[in-house]
């Protein structure tokens, strides 16, 4: 018996972006098209639905609302959000609510998008294998933590969770500090150099990021790589960027599980860093999970680095390879 084809789902309220990408993807899947984000709603109750890619900016429905709603009722399947405007609200959104795997830029490249298309496929594909029902799968990636109740606890603490802070001011770290239990772990850096010194000796669940400093570019292209390495720790990143171009690529690069603007909120990082902690409980449990926090190829170089922090990123990269073969 033939391999049933993966189901992907296009949402864009225009007819002409729909006809391309039917033609684009002809063959390769079953493909889904509608203009309307209540019908792909519908579609996405009523079957399986590997991977949804909608636009952004349409008249009855945000793209990110459409995805924040389909991470609800199918958690499993892959969120891809396709838009050609530079518009940061809707991108930290895309993120902090839709938790997509890539963000697409228009005129998207066909080559890149049959790619990443694929990825998340295989990814979904994976986690359905063997579940008798979506439901199954959803059971075990369950909705956000500040989704469900914003009167949620902080996990109680467990050999592995450790969070890192990293901040050239101390502000975030004692904010962190206060709102986990004093059984976390919670280490603090101040430079690239000391947070590769702590990822390379210990395993890190959750990392808190400043990226308002003068040594931004290094910290950023740190958290891309390290993803890479070590795909179960989640990254809250904190601040503002120069402009959109940067958070797209840590959405892409990095996976960055939340993105905090300042003045932070106590509530917001506190339901980040539960999310977060949650999330990486489901990780250790299911390793097969953390696929869908797999990160294009980053532009930064660690070879351009020192031999002392080359020596830190050798570590950090042999650790993840020997969690990974566990």
């Known amino acids: 018996m033939s391999q049933e ?20 993807f002809r063959g390769r899947y079953e493909v889904l098209t ?28 945000l793209g990110v609302d459409l995805l924040r709603q389909v991470r609800e009722i199918s958690p499993v399947t892959m969120r891809l959000l396709l838009t050609g405007y530079s518009d940061l609200q809707a991108i930290v959104a895309s993120v902090n609510e839709s938790e997509i ?29 063997g579940a008798d029902t979506v439901a199954q799968i959803a059971a075990k990636i369950t909705v956000a933590a500040e989704v469900r109740t914003a009167a949620a606890a902080i996990p109680s603490p467990q050999s592995a969770d450790k ?23 919670v280490q603090y850096a101040t430079s690239v150099e000391a947070a590769l010194a702590v990822l390379a000796e210990q395993d890190i669940a959750v990392v808190v990021a400043e990226l308002g400093s003068s040594r931004n570019d290094d910290l950023i292209g ?38 905090l603007p300042k003045p932070l909120s106590r509530e917001l990082l506190r339901r980040s860093l539960i999310s977060a902690l949650e999330r990486y409980r489901q990780m250790q449990a299911a390793p097969i999970l953390a696929r869908r926090h797999a990160v294009e190829e980053p532009q930064f170089a660690p070879s351009s680095l020192s031999a002392k922090l080359m020596t830190y990123w050798r570590r950090i990269r042999d650790n993840g390879r020997a969690r990974q073969g566990a």
């Open 5 to 24: 084809r993966a189901t992907v789902l296009f949402v864009d309220d225009e007819e002409r972006i729909l006809r391309s990408l039917r033609m684009l």
């Open 101 to 129: 795997f890539r963000f697409i830029e228009k005129p998207w490249q066909a080559p890149y998008l049959l790619d990443v298309v694929e990825q998340a496929v295989r990814i979904a594909t994976q986690e359905m294998a």
């Open 163 to 185: 969070v890192l802070v990293i901040d050239e001011e101390a502000a975030t770290f004692r904010l962190v500090r206060e709102l986990l239990p004093e059984q976390h772990d």
């Open 34 to 61: 509608t203009t309307s984000g209540h019908e792909a709603l519908k579609m996405v109750r009523e079957r399986r639905v590997h991977v949804v890619v909608s636009d952004q900016r349409m008249p009855l429905m």
């Open 222 to 259: 740190t958290l891309k790589t390290l993803k890479r390495y070590s795909p179960a720790t989640l990254t809250i990143a904190v601040n503002g960027l120069a402009g959109s171009t940067g958070l797209i690529e840590l959405i892409n690069q990095g996976q960055i599980y939340r993105f």
